[in-house]
């Protein structure tokens, strides 16, 4: 568990759609007895948000229609390229050397069909 080796200079992200995952909010408990920052991205009042240092709050609505892929899923996946693009024009140059390595490494998994998408 990658939150039993967090560090102060760690910050953690945890996410639950219900917020009452307990591997998700023992996971947010353990990085922090490690002096670790810790992000939910959950529904405002659960028990994962209480225990966060940071809330951003996420309340999904699911239609229950278990044959179409749910709308909770493309939602977190959107807030995780937001954070993740976030984090790297805030770390600027310092992150660009790995940017570089991850686009040429995907490159080459690529089949040489310019409609598809990078690493398709």
Same mark, same amino acid.
């Given at each position: 568990?990658?939150?039993? &080796?967090?560090? @102060?200079?760690?910050?953690l992200i945890a996410f639950s759609v219900s917020g009452y995952a307990r591997s998700v %909010?023992?996971? &947010?408990? $353990?990085a922090q007895q490690y002096g670790a920052?810790? %992000?939910a991205i959950t529904? @405002?009042? !659960?028990?994962?948000a209480k225990v966060a240092d940071t809330v951003i709050h996420f309340q !999904?609505?699911?239609?229950g229609n278990i044959y179409k892929p749910t709308s909770s899923r493309y939602a977190l996946l959107s807030i995780v390229d937001m954070i &993740?693009? !976030? &984090?790297a024009e805030t770390r600027g140059p310092? $992150?660009?050397?790995?940017?570089?390595? %991850?686009?040429q490494s995907v490159n080459t998994l690529k089949v040489d069909d @310019?409609?598809? @998408?990078?690493g398709d």
């Open positions: 568990m990658y939150a039993a &080796v967090a560090t @102060p200079d760690t910050t %909010i023992d996971a &947010v408990q $353990v920052t810790t %992000i529904p @405002p009042d !659960s028990a994962l !999904s609505l699911e239609d &993740v693009t !976030s &984090v310092r $992150v660009l050397e790995n940017l570089r390595r %991850i686009k @310019p409609r598809l @998408p990078l």
